[in-house]
């Protein structure tokens, strides 16, 4: 199984970004997918998560109510939208995704053995 995460770039404070999660090797049907991000220096941290077959989502209360993470069926994608961005919000973001993720551990790094390679997001002020 091979994610590839895509859609980060330059953004303005306030600007919006949608970043894209795609696999390769297998279908999300029965995945739990993470979007994660790192900031130099920092450890990685939970950002959002979606259970594939149910469509249940979680979030970061740091990105509560900024960014919404949802799937497409037919393209076999997730997608992190991400509004009213902040400098704050500047990180590699990372998607994950694993068939064993149970719901108390969504937000456990721990939890995926698959990860993508990442993507730059980095909001100006």
């Known amino acids: 199984v091979q994610l590839q995460a895509s859609g980060g770039g330059l953004v303005q404070a306030g600007g919006s970004l949608r970043l894209s999660c795609t696999i390769s090797?297998?279908?999300?049907?029965?995945?739990?997918v993470g979007w994660f991000r790192q900031a130099p220096g920092l450890e990685r941290e939970f950002v959002a998560g979606?259970?594939?077959?149910?469509?249940?989502?979680s979030y970061a209360d740091s990105v509560k109510g900024r960014f919404t993470i949802s799937k497409d069926n037919a393209k076999n994608t997730v997608y992190l939208q991400m509004r009213s961005l902040k400098p704050e919000d500047t990180a590699v973001y990372y998607c994950?995704?694993?068939?064993?993720?149970?719901?108390?551990?969504?937000?456990?790094?721990?939890?995926?053995?698959?990860w993508g390679q990442g993507t730059q997001v980095t909001v100006s002020s």
């Open positions: 994950a995704a694993d068939r064993n993720v149970i719901l108390s551990s969504i937000r456990s790094v721990r939890a995926y053995d698959n």
């Open positions: 090797g297998d279908t999300f049907r029965g995945y739990t």
């Open positions: 979606i259970r594939w077959n149910s469509g249940s989502t």
